[in-house]
């Protein structure tokens, strides 16, 4: 998700409308974006919390499960490691790391999180999974985890802010500019 211009339209638009709604559940986009500044300034990465809790201006969000330093590394070397085209997180059985990758996976499987507001006039609040174990060799990350604690601000703006233009605009464009010329 971090590589959203890599993404269908079709994948674009499905991503902005669920962060859309989520937004809208704690206040709208800007709230949102305060949420992803607060874990983005959090040090160290607010994932290894011992609290597993991290509030922001208007709630907080918490998660069921700690993290420790050293699956939060593996799990950063796994997903750098990911392919478009395979976005599988388990290593291969052949792969001398597999053992490390499916206990750090076995562990953070259960992991959700919950988005809870202070006031009720500020949002219902909403949660999410960070992972979709598919079967035994295949584990995806939920591209909400990966929004929240991985991607930019930057990019999550641009996922809000997306608008697919039809073809027809782009070939009036060019029209224009022909004509213009």
Known sequence: MCHFHKLSDAQKIL??????????????????LKL????????????????????????????????HRDNLSLLSTRMNARTDEDQNLMAAKENKSYKNVANMLRSLGPLTF?????????????SFKAFEIVDSDTTLMTPMFEIFFFCSVSVTKKILNFNPSSPDDSETEDTEIEEGE
């Open 15 to 32: 991503l902005r409308d669920q962060l859309l709604s989520y937004a809208a559940l704690i206040g709208g986009k800007n709230s949102l």
């Open 114 to 126: 919950t988005v809870a507001m202070n006031k009720e006039e500020d949002g219902t609040g909403f």
């Open 36 to 67: 992803l500044e607060t874990i983005r300034k959090t040090s160290p990465h607010p994932l290894i919390s011992k609290t597993a809790l991290l509030r922001f201006p208007k709630g907080l969000i918490k998660w069921n499960k700690n993290v």
